[in-house]
């Protein structure tokens, strides 16, 4: 991990706990490979924890062992992968070594065709069944599908259920976690001129029955550097939009406010901090609220999240 060259420091009062987080780059926006481990509710294999038969084996890809969607390729010796792979191997049989060439196994895929199978999502609570050819379609957009870990400050590569999500969070990341929907916290940094390097801080709040994550950073917005705080929802964007939460920094009779809608942790960290959807503050006004004499930031931000009625 890349770190950066400073740290906030961050003081959760009244009761004045200071905890130091380390830099680092943000996570990766999408791993297609992704593997669903140390989850309290995983998912068994990368197709779902449902029984095989003899059919479905055949429709599974001997390389990346996904299931085969058509167009599906066969070798001379009549050994099968699908059409990704077929690209990944060069064209060359991962079983035999012969040339491909372009072969399509139709016999396999007018099988496929007349499947019907279960959601890979089914031991996470989805027990619908679907027709082969709309399956792949289904599960990119379930709703029971598992949750990306939010957290920006490292390449994690963690999905599960949201209760799987909090203890990886806290044990893995050493988050810290609170009961209530106020916060006031003071961000303290002692070399504000530094923000090239970003810098992540994560907060977690249980408050109404659900979860709710705090950002905190400083990143170049264009060539301006800027500190930015805004709020996701550990859930999904329908439910997320039933909450609100405003956000409140100043000091010298002076304040920014801002109001907004939790973003659901479905959309990547990236996509919601270069949307700017946020508290974003300048940092010579963030140096202002500071007070002394500008060169350490000290900057206390207050909050409120409650439910739309």
Known sequence: MDLGG???KEVLEPHLIFSDFETAKSKSEANSNISFTKSRTCLDGKNGNHSKNGVYDLLECPVCKNLMYPPIHQCPNGHTLCSN????VHNRCPTCHRDLGNIRCLALEKVAESMELPCRYQNLGCHDIFPYHSKLKHEQNCRFR???????GSECSMMCDI????????DDHKVDVHDGFTFNHRYVKS???EVENATWMLTVFNCFGKHFCLHFEAFLLGTAPVYMAFLRFLG?????????YSLEVGANSRKLIWQGIPRSIRESHRKVRDSQDGLIIQR???????GGDKQQ???????RIWKEE
């Open 6 to 8: 400073s740290s906030f």
């Open 85 to 88: 792979c077929k690209i990944t």
């Open 146 to 152: 598992p949750y990306s870990c939010p957290y920006a």
């Open 163 to 170: 209760q799987a999500l909090m203890n990886h969070l806290k």
């Open 191 to 193: 070399n504000p001129h």
């Open 236 to 244: 999904d964007e329908k439910e997320a939009k039933k909450f609100r």
């Open 284 to 290: 010579n006004l963030a140096l202002y609220f500071s």
């Open 297 to 303: 930031l000290k900057l206390r931000v207050t909050g």
